[in-house]
């Protein structure tokens, strides 16, 4: 493809994603596709000859667009909503058009910049202190791919400054310490890294709070893995579960590290309510002054709820040599002057790679467009929303909230008043596994479910950035007509359960008196 | 921005790279900025209101463009060139547009069945075996964000391999094999995971024929390895090292371990040399019959060589369950009735990361739009303007070639025949330093150095997208001009030298005599 046809073929991309966003409201939000529907149209080969632009873009409207889960779907309300906005899809448009994968200074000067920039401008629109600017040297903030990628190197780091700390300590002795509610990402660490990993009991504390870890348990946990020659070297600690939004206590947890345990490595994951950050009445519950105070590293994911599209995480440490400690390598063939002298970040060393996208182009033009302002309104209009939709189940005599709510997400199950304490967990399990279900078929919403501690219940998370009042009014309309016909039809078998065995007993007692029967 | 202002945002973006490609040629290759440019001209805060489009948009041109070194530019000889497409482009943004995090199937079913497909047109564009494909349901493909993701996804799944069968291994004991010649993604791996690393001495091989590892001393290395108690249990194979080109001996190694030692894992990292499957004729030359005999995984970037804009690896394993027992965690939360019932692929099973980026679609318009001949004929090219290259290092009485030529890579030196092999190699390394930098001041070309055991050399890597035989030219002259320059005052600086030393010489043989000072 030249210049021209590349013109013509990009003003017609970007009428087809206007087309594409102005139409989202109509699609379902969830793929109406069966697993294998792509290899029945498309060939299993790539054609021997190249192809014409035009029919290339006509089987994407096709047979992709229909295939997707639509994240943008103002109601999408899974996992936690990705809310992608124009300006970052400019963003990853210009990006790619140079394309340059900026590991070194040398390698691509203004992506090496601009990182260090925008990462500097996200601090201080969060609060955090001036320890983790890039600008001063001493901490510093990088773009990673992935929360799993910042716990990762966050958790390296903390082994090879433990290592380093308490030389001869055998990598089987080494323990990560999550908490029974902390993202799958730091089991995976621990099965990539092939080192122990112990999740701190929260699940009750979590249920009537919403609150997670506490230094008390922390501390109790360390003491009984030290008497049996363990070493914990690193707490990942979460702002904002992705199961029900709990947030473990950093200033209490970080207090005894310091005091007792300074050995272990603090990394706050906020990746999900971090971005509340930017809103000053929600610093003290998104743990801000613990996080300034403890943190070893903090990671905070743009690419959910703060309006950048996939794939921004902001990753902040205190100390960066912690990481060049641990990532540097320089062959010959990476050398540059600027980078023998010290006078740049060469941020290859600063993650797992070596190559890296320029994504902090799509950060700078998100944050200016927006301004903190419209950031700020962004976080607000969320919270709002999930507040209204939390007003309705409050209401509802059918619905009860798991835990408290938090910040934009949701936990809730289907309880019928009446139900009250007698009936059985694993009933109501069963009667919220059959809602869920019958809500997964519904084509215009989609949430997830969770559990907490063994209580199954259904997720309901707000982010996307077209979603407005009318879009919960909607959602709540179907929840709350799956939920009274599941219940109805759980009642009618509840019923005839109850009729069932009370014909068995009642047949079973005139067999016992010897009556004839009716 | 809403969807009008999108609208014309995006034409205009369209524009602005239309002519960021048609004034590359004339553009400096690399920045011409010094460190910390862009903190004089940009704020250290985000804006607090929000700005407008068009002044954001313009500070990109006046700030960004000029601090890119531009991987695109067609004299960009450095590292290995990362050649972009329109196609590639286009698939960003598009991608970008519907911005998800595929992680399940159900979170995104198009994404997840167009990765599988790609793949497997790739695997059989490059003769791949048909356990490597997909549609298979043995091995299969995965697009990964780079060669180090994906050498460190496959040394993490040997080592979960190498333990399920050696149980009570202690980790002190495993270590990941590499050679002299590999990438530092092999060492940056065994930073990560904590492991020992060992790298096979091959730098005399590399130096005479561009041969990298054999069978023997890989076998002499394992054996010594066993007789101290250690564990090598994955061997990362390079075809096409960064360095030279070099290419290690997969059938070769393949057998030994195949025959002797089967618990090691040969991952082969093709990352730049991979693309060149594609022709018949490389096949025999890129190691293909050692791949499909023996690798248990494979990496192929398309984004070096392979016209697919960054980000852009594709890694293929023999065996794909042996990535789900390495990376498989599902909590409830990521539960779906898809991936319980075992019918779909979830990728995030075959990665570090749970998210990921909808890449397979660039995969698709770049394939269709280029054909298996256009991917072809991009390969041939670069290979044959290396060649022109070659010629006129070969034909150049101050140059030599330090290794054989590989594809599309020279390895070589400023060498003049006169210096024979009388000079000593630490002055002559001191002179080809200063050629480097000599050349590193010039802003129309970018090559970059490299170490060959003490061998200090230049490497001329040819693969970005506009490269034709005009740019070969024009590089070719600035190469000769700044090494004879470089010779020039070299050999007066000899001179110089020698007359210093036979004036001083003279001046002492004057003071013996005791004659007159003339």
Same mark, same amino acid.
């Given at each position: 493809?030249?210049?021209?046809?590349?013109?013509?073929?990009?003003?017609?991309?970007?009428?087809?994603?206007?087309?594409?966003?102005?139409?989202?409201?109509?699609?379902?939000?969830?793929?109406?596709?069966?697993?294998?529907?792509?290899?029945?149209?498309?060939?299993?080969?790539?054609?021997?000859?190249?192809?014409?632009?035009?029919?290339?873009?006509?089987?994407?409207?096709?047979?992709?667009?229909?295939?997707?889960?639509?994240?943008?779907?103002?109601?999408?309300?899974?996992?936690?909503?990705?809310?992608?906005?124009?300006?970052?899809?400019?963003?990853?448009?210009?990006?790619?058009?140079?394309?340059?994968?900026?590991?070194?200074?040398?390698?691509?000067?203004?992506?090496?910049?601009?990182?260090?920039?925008?990462?500097?401008?996200?601090?201080?629109?969060?609060?955090?202190?001036?320890?983790?600017?890039?600008?001063?040297?001493?901490?510093?903030?990088?773009?990673?791919?992935?929360?799993?990628?910042?716990?990762?190197?966050?958790?390296?780091?903390?082994?090879?400054?433990?290592?380093?700390?308490?030389?001869?300590?055998?990598?089987?002795?080494?323990?990560?310490?999550?908490?029974?509610?902390?993202?799958?990402?730091?089991?995976?660490?621990?099965?990539?890294?092939?080192?122990?990993?112990?999740?701190?009991?929260?699940?009750?504390?979590?249920?009537?709070?919403?609150?997670?870890?506490?230094?008390?348990?922390?501390?109790?946990?360390?003491?009984?893995?030290?008497?049996?020659?363990?070493?914990?070297?690193?707490?990942?600690?979460?702002?904002?579960?992705?199961?029900?939004?709990?947030?473990?206590?950093?200033?209490?947890?970080?207090?005894?590290?310091?005091?007792?345990?300074?050995?272990?490595?603090?990394?706050?994951?906020?990746?999900?309510?971090?971005?509340?950050?930017?809103?000053?009445?929600?610093?003290?519950?998104?743990?801000?002054?613990?996080?300034?105070?403890?943190?070893?590293?903090?990671?905070?994911?743009?690419?959910?709820?703060?309006?950048?599209?996939?794939?921004?995480?902001? $990753?902040?440490? %205190?100390? @960066?040599?912690?990481? *060049?400690?641990?990532?540097?390598?320089? #062959?010959? !063939?990476?050398? +540059?002057?600027?980078?023998?002298?010290?006078?740049?970040?060469?941020?290859?060393?600063?993650?797992?790679?070596?190559?890296?996208?320029?994504?902090?182009?799509?950060?700078?033009?998100?944050?200016?467009?927006?301004?903190?302002?419209?950031?700020?309104?962004?976080?607000?209009?969320?919270?709002?929303?999930?507040?209204? $939709?939390?007003? %309705?189940? @409050?209401?509802?005599? *059918?619905?009860?909230?798991?835990?408290? #709510?938090? !910040?934009?997400? +949701?936990?809730?199950?289907?309880?019928?008043?009446?139900?009250?304490?007698?009936?059985?967990?694993?009933?109501?399990?069963?009667?919220?596994?059959?809602?869920?279900?019958?809500?997964?078929?519904?084509?215009?919403?989609?949430?997830?479910?969770?559990?907490?501690?063994?209580?199954?219940?259904?997720?309901?998370?707000?982010?996307?950035? %077209?979603?407005?009042?009318?879009? *919960?009014?909607?959602?709540?309309?179907?929840?709350?007509?799956?939920?009274?016909?599941?219940?109805?039809?759980?009642?009618?078998?509840?019923?005839?359960?109850?009729?069932?065995?009370?014909?068995?007993?009642?047949?079973?007692?005139?067999?016992?008196?010897?009556?004839?029967?009716?």
């Amino acid at each position: 493809m030249d210049i021209d046809k590349f013109r013509k073929a990009g003003y017609d991309a970007i009428n087809r994603i206007c087309d594409y966003h102005s139409s989202l409201p109509m699609k379902p939000v969830v793929a109406q596709v069966k697993p294998g529907y792509l290899h029945h149209l498309i060939p299993d080969s790539a054609p021997q000859k190249g192809q014409e632009w035009v029919s290339i873009v006509e089987d994407y409207e096709k047979f992709i667009i229909p295939g997707l889960t639509h994240w943008q779907h103002p109601s999408f309300f899974a996992y936690f909503p990705a809310a992608g906005t124009f300006e970052g899809m400019l963003g990853e448009l210009l990006s790619s058009s140079t394309t340059n994968p900026g590991f070194n200074w040398f390698a691509s000067p203004a992506s090496t910049e601009l990182e260090g920039v925008v990462m500097d401008w996200a601090a201080k629109m969060f609060g955090l202190k001036d320890i983790f600017w890039n600008v001063n040297g001493a901490g510093g903030g990088v773009i990673q791919a992935s929360a799993s990628d910042s716990a990762l190197t966050a958790i390296v780091a903390a082994r090879i400054r433990y290592l380093n700390e308490h030389p001869g300590t055998m990598l089987e002795s080494l323990v990560i310490y999550i908490t029974t509610q902390t993202h799958s990402l730091g089991e995976k660490a621990a099965m990539i890294l092939g080192l122990r990993v112990r999740a701190l009991d929260v699940d009750k504390a979590v249920a009537i709070h919403n609150i997670g870890l506490t230094g008390e348990v922390l501390k109790a946990a360390v003491k009984e893995d030290h008497a049996r020659g363990l070493h914990p070297f690193v707490l990942v600690a979460t702002v904002g579960t992705t199961s029900s939004g709990a947030i473990d206590q950093v200033a209490d947890v970080g207090f005894i590290i310091k005091q007792s345990f300074p050995s272990i490595w603090l990394h706050v994951d906020a990746a999900w309510a971090g971005v509340t950050l930017a809103c000053p009445e929600y610093r003290e519950a998104a743990q801000l002054p613990g996080i300034n105070e403890y943190a070893d590293s903090l990671c905070i994911n743009f690419h959910k709820w703060g309006l950048i599209n996939h794939d921004a995480s902001a $990753f902040w440490v %205190r100390e @960066r040599r912690r990481l *060049i400690d641990a990532f540097e390598i320089t #062959p010959e !063939f990476l050398r +540059t002057k600027e980078g023998d002298a010290g006078i740049v970040i060469d941020y290859r060393n600063w993650h797992l790679s070596l190559s890296r996208r320029f994504r902090s182009l799509k950060f700078w033009f998100v944050l200016r467009s927006f301004g903190v302002d419209g950031f700020q309104a962004n976080i607000r209009k969320g919270i709002s929303l999930n507040d209204s $939709f939390v007003e %309705r189940i @409050r209401a509802s005599p *059918i619905f009860e909230l798991v835990t408290p #709510p938090s !910040f934009a997400l +949701t936990v809730f199950r289907l309880l019928p008043r009446s139900a009250g304490n007698t009936t059985e967990l694993e009933s109501i399990n069963a009667l919220n596994r059959e809602f869920y279900g019958a809500l997964q078929s519904r084509p215009n919403l989609v949430l997830t479910q969770t559990l907490i501690g063994e209580v199954f219940c259904v997720r309901f998370a707000v982010g996307a950035a %077209r979603t407005e009042l009318i879009d *919960i009014d909607n959602a709540w309309e179907v929840i709350k007509e799956v939920g009274e016909s599941t219940l109805e039809s759980w009642a009618m078998e509840s019923w005839d359960m109850e009729m069932e065995s009370w014909a068995m007993e009642m047949e079973s007692w005139v067999t016992a008196h010897e009556l004839p029967t009716p």
